[in-house]
C-alpha cells in the first residue's frame, strides 16, 4: 500500500485570476488536513516599455508601488486562508518569469508540495502564451497539484 507523504509547507503560486482562487481553496484543503504551512507567491515581471531600440524599465517608485499592491492583495488572500482553517500563512513575491521564479523559489524554500490554478486555455492560444501551470510541472523538483478552471 502506498501512503501520501505529508506536505509540511505548500507553495502556492498565484496570479490573482479565478484559477488561483480554486486552487487556493484546494491548498487550503490539503493544508487542513496534513497541518502544512502555506505561502503565497505571486510573480510578476518586471515593470517596463519595450521599444524598438531595447527596454526600458520603470523606475524605482514605480516598482515600490507594484510591491505594495501586491502584497496587499496578497494579505487578503491570506486572511481568506487563515478563515478556512489554515494555522499559518506567509506571503512572498518575486520579480521575473513566473514559471521559473516558483520552481527556483520551491526548491530554495524546500517546499513539500506546489499548488497552482490553470487557466485551461488550448489551441493556438495555449500554444502561443504556453502554461505556466506545464512549465512548472516539468520542471519542479517538488510535487505539484494542478487545479483546473471550469465554471
Request: glycine share 10%; aromatic share 8%; with cysteine.
Amino acid at each position: 500500500m502506498t501512503t501520501i507523504p505529508a506536505f509540511g509547507h505548500i507553495l502556492l503560486a498565484t496570479d490573482f485570476s479565478e484559477p488561483s482562487r480554486k486552487a487556493l481553496a484546494v491548498a487550503a484543503d490539503l493544508a487542513v488536513h496534513y497541518g502544512s504551512k502555506i505561502t503565497l507567491l505571486h510573480v510578476y515581471p518586471v515593470p517596463g516599455y519595450v521599444l524598438p531600440e531595447g527596454f526600458i524599465a520603470a523606475g524605482p517608485d514605480v516598482l515600490v508601488e507594484v510591491e505594495n499592491r501586491t502584497r496587499k492583495t496578497l494579505d487578503e488572500w491570506a486572511a481568506d486562508v487563515l478563515a478556512l482553517g489554515v494555522k499559518e500563512v506567509a506571503v512572498t513575491t518575486a520579480i521575473g518569469n513566473a514559471a521559473p521564479e516558483v520552481v527556483r523559489l520551491a526548491k530554495a524554500g524546500g517546499f513539500g508540495l506546489i499548488v497552482v490554478g490553470t487557466h485551461g486555455r488550448t489551441g493556438f492560444t495555449g500554444f502561443v502564451l504556453g502554461s505556466v501551470a506545464s512549465k512548472i510541472v516539468t520542471t519542479s523538483d517538488c510535487p505539484v497539484v494542478t487545479v483546473p478552471y471550469r465554471e
